[in-house]
């Protein structure tokens, strides 16, 4: 496939698909842009700014924003899409009519699906049955939109079970800002991705509640042990997960102001409910949605994850911050390497 004359569709006009599709644009791609909502189409045709999700920063005009999904996919030799996680399977099946067999279809969403415990390529995959199954590929790693949108160096991976697929995707949207490198391991991938925006929720519950350093970093090398419990049990590759999707995105989100994740955490962490919380958000804080999944894929495959149990508790049960720090310090006295070795 010629990267120079690629065909591009992006679908999802939040902040990080326009981040995205911004990338792409400023390399000289010219691209449609899907978006929900009207207004963001008519802020980027009129301003040539997203000013709900991305304000501040000019989108050039390579980028083509379209309400009318179609068009945004039909006759592209790759489509990213970039929509929340809950939203993955309809807008799949919205597409599947337009995408062809050939295209290559990359997520860069982040989550676990509530009901099903499936990855994003999983849904993709099986919503669109007529592309192949090496043409699905996952973009991840630690990025924060606005930094991509400003051109501050930044790093992520292109995973695909194909390698040819992958390298694919790291040529079309590498650059001097933006490198990327490839892997073998999508389920690695979306398993780092997503549970990260959970313990970043837990990292941010610590800061809210003034705990210190000391309680984050154990929460962040804690947490990845999690994530290698429950991804390893998946399939993942335990090289991936200590890598840019594993432990490079947790520690950005785990620390980073920009997370919506772990500013939802140090809400909570200062006392705010959840609901009061999320109806004030006008863009989705994932590791919400995914606390749930990855409790109930942990509990259904017996995989010991105390932090983010302790997580959902808070979450979903009601259970006082104060107690889940008592819970998790006075469990049973183990060896470091249970459950991974």
């Known amino acids: 496939m010629n990267k120079a004359n690629t065909r591009i569709g992006v679908v999802g006009g939040g902040s990080w698909g326009t981040a995205l599709a911004k990338q792409l644009a400023d390399k000289g791609y010219t691209l449609d842009l899907w978006v929900f909502e009207s207004e963001v189409r008519e802020q980027i045709e009129t301003h040539r700014e997203n000013r709900v999700f991305l304000p501040g920063f000019t989108l050039p005009k390579g980028i083509v924003p379209t309400n009318d999904l179609e068009k945004a996919v039909s006759g592209k030799d790759l489509v990213l899409v970039v929509v929340p996680s809950h939203c993955m399977r309809s807008v799949a099946g919205e597409m599947k009519a337009f995408i062809s067999g050939d295209t290559v279809v990359v997520t860069a969403s982040k989550g676990i699906e509530n009901k099903t415990h499936e990855t994003m390529t999983d849904i993709l995959s099986k919503v669109m049955d007529h592309v192949p199954e090496k043409n699905f590929a996952v973009l991840s790693g630690p990025s924060f939109a606005k930094e991509v949108a400003a051109k ?21 949207f590498a650059s001097p800002s933006f490198r990327v490198y490839v892997n073998d391991d999508p389920v690695g991938t979306q398993i780092g991705g997503a549970m990260k925006n959970v313990l970043a929720i837990a990292a941010g519950i610590c800061d809210g509640m003034n705990m ?19 991804g390893t049990r998946l399939g993942a590759d335990p090289l991936t997960l200590s890598g840019l999707a594993g432990v490079g995105d947790l520690l950005l989100t785990c620390t980073g102001e920009l997370s919506r994740n772990y500013t939802v955490g140090k809400q909570i962490g200062q006392g705010k409910a959840l609901d009061d919380i999320i109806s004030e958000m006008r863009m989705v804080a994932e590791g919400v ?53």
């Open 212 to 230: 210190g350093l000391n309680p984050r970093a154990a929460l962040i090398t804690r947490g990845l042990t999690e994530m290698n419990r429950l």
């Open 152 to 172: 501050i160096p930044t790093v992520v991976a292109s995973a695909a079970k194909n390698r040819g697929v992958a390298e694919f995707v790291q040529e079309v």
């Open 289 to 341: 949605k995914t606390t749930r999944s990855v409790y109930n894929l942990s509990k259904k495959l017996g995989v010991d994850l105390p932090i983010c149990n302790e997580v959902y508790a808070v979450l979903f049960e009601g259970r006082p911050v104060a107690e889940t720090v008592d819970r998790l310090m006075n469990r049973s006295l183990k060896h470091e390497l249970d459950g991974l070795v």
